[in-house]
């Protein structure tokens, strides 16, 4: 199955800049949600200087510290982050990168703040059904840090993995943040993933207060997560009143900024969840998100037997794959489809926008009919970020007339259509990312003619 997108940005131009962050007031991306080298299935080479030089490669300002939860990493970041004033912090001494291709990139301790975060799995029994569902938690200082870990400890082992599993009430939860540290920010991670998540197909439920009961109060954001977008979280009515963020959940410092938020406020851990919690267009200004298409759940289907089903199509073989004849992996399009009261179309008012992009390093492969990972992708990419800064940057700010200087101008080509939401994509499903597909045509000589004449 092949989806054709058009355009889906929902902003005039995009304001996505990367900033020193000694202004009082300024643009920055935050992406809230990362995972250290103590999670399951992560990079080995997460350390606290080599996230530092991706966020000034990826035009991130604000990053996640991930996994505050886990003993070991909490002692690296006590021993490698001093405070900055602001409820975030800043790396000590940023040692010179293992990595060449970091070489000859320039960070200092200024280019980056970090947020101390953490991501935690509940799986508890709660009216006759197991309930699966992540959380992540935001923290000001240590001290709030020491004293969630502290109650935590009692429940289950945190030194087990980055992203402890806790046999507990998420309910429950909620309420031991509150009493013992109110000024972090609790927020339902990637809310619509089968297995894990407050919506769920496979562990979830159907309302938030159903989860979260008399709790529900403090919850006021919610993480769409990579395989839907604000757009269809937006025909949900009942979550109107909360803040859609978006974050890469990334687990290793080349996927950070994926997904992201971009403010314009003062640089502080209170002056950003302010703009969370008001959802002020003038300080929460949109987020970035992945065609959601691409996201490994966004459609149904069995990926074994390369089965891809629309909700529509899952219900007429009545959830059943017609190969293997076993239950097929709901998606999150079809649990959106099932909890929605709006068409699409029909959003309410008071909402944030957001931009759909793809990262830069699958742009290059594209251009290059080469894999994301190779080498000669990654000599191209670092060839376009020295050019030009950061990927952000590239990505949405950059005249596609001076990337077309660089070549192959087939990159330029990528950009503008990825720009206009020219997209070809053979959605998610069971686990495996989608593949989109920039180059699926003839008019690549055509485009790439006219660029050269505009330049």
Known sequence: M???????????KSPFIFINLKQSKMKYVADLHIHSKFSRATSRETSF?????????????????????HPEWLFLAKEKLEPAGNGFFRVKNILPPENGYLQNTEVSKEDVFFLLTAEISFIYSKKGKVRKIHILVLAPDFESVDKLNSKLACIGNLRSDGRPILGYDAKEFVKIVAN??????????????????????????????????????????????????PSMNWRLSSLDNY???SNSDAHSPSKIGREA?????????????????????????????????????????????NVIFSPQET???????????????????????????REKGDYSPNRIPYINLIPLNEIVAQALSKTSECKSVWD????????????????????????????????SIAVDRMRKGRVKIIPGHDGEFGKIRLFDDDTVEEEAQGQLKLF
């Open 2 to 12: 092949l989806i054709f997108r058009s355009s889906k940005y929902f902003l005039e």
């Open 49 to 69: 200087d080599s996230l530092a030089y991706w966020a000034k490669i990826k035009g991130i300002s604000v990053l996640a510290t991930g996994d505050f939860t």
């Open 180 to 229: 013992t540290c109110p000024r972090c920010v609790v927020i339902p991670a990637h809310i619509w993933t089968p297995w894990f998540s407050l919506f769920g197909a496979n562990s979830g439920f159907d309302t938030i207060e159903e989860c979260f009961e008399e709790t529900t109060p403090f919850i006021f954001a919610l993480e769409t997560g990579l395989s839907s977008d």
């Open 243 to 245: 803040t859609l963020v």
């Open 261 to 305: 938020n971009v403010f314009d406020t003062e640089p502080s851990y209170d002056a950003m969840v302010d703009a969370i919690k008001s959802k002020d267009p003038e300080k929460f200004l949109h987020t970035v998100e992945f065609f959601p298409e691409e996201g490994k759940y966004h459609y149904d289907g069995h990926r074994k037997c």
């Open 315 to 341: 219900i007429q073989h009545k959830h059943v794959c017609p190969r293997c004849g076993k239950k097929l992996t709901i998606g999150v399009m079809h649990r959106v489809e099932s909890l929605a009261d």
């Open 380 to 411: 191209l990419y670092f060839k376009f970020i020295h050019e030009f800064g950061n990927e952000h940057e590239i990505l949405t700010k950059v005249p596609i007339q001076d990337m077309a200087r660089l070549s192959p101008e087939q990159v």
